[in-house]
Nanobody, 123 residues
Framework: QVQLVESGGGLVQGGGSLRLSCAAS????????MGWFRQAPGKEREFVAT???????YSGDSVKGRFTISRDNTENTVSLQMNSLKPEDTAVYYC?????????????????WGQGTQVTVSS
């Protein structure tokens, strides 16, 4: 059974940093595509970043240059380092996994989802 558990969310002041972590079980992050999405109140779930099994990454335009996705194969975790946070980054952040190798920015391409972790950025 695949399980994804996010951690690391919280309240941070604008301009600050947070690091989210996603612990995976039942699925090796080393040879699966993983992603992060976020959903603010009243809005659609939005793509944040993805990492392919070959290590290739790409991010959404709204976070490019500020957020970085990475993977630790030994710990079987995926992380999202978030710098220069803005109030508009406030959302529930979700970790997601595909059963294929290639990353995707499309929500419906992902097969497994975590429960989410809240990130709140104050102005």
């Amino acid at each position: 059974q695949v399980q994804l558990v996010e951690s690391g969310g919280g309240l941070v002041q604008g301009g600050g940093s947070l690091r989210l972590s996603c612990a995976a079980s039942g699925l090796p992050v080393s040879n699966r595509a993983m992603g992060w999405f976020r959903q603010a109140p009243g809005k659609e779930r939005e793509f944040v970043a993805t990492i392919s099994s070959n290590g290739g990454t790409y991010s959404g335009d709204s976070v490019k240059g500020r957020f970085t996705i990475s993977r630790d194969n030994t710990e079987n975790t995926v992380s999202l380092q978030m710098n220069s946070l803005k109030p508009e980054d406030t959302a529930v952040y979700y970790c997601a996994a595909r059963t294929t190798f290639w990353g995707s920015s499309i929500r419906r391409d992902y097969d497994y989802w975590g429960q989410g972790t809240q990130v709140t950025v104050s102005s």
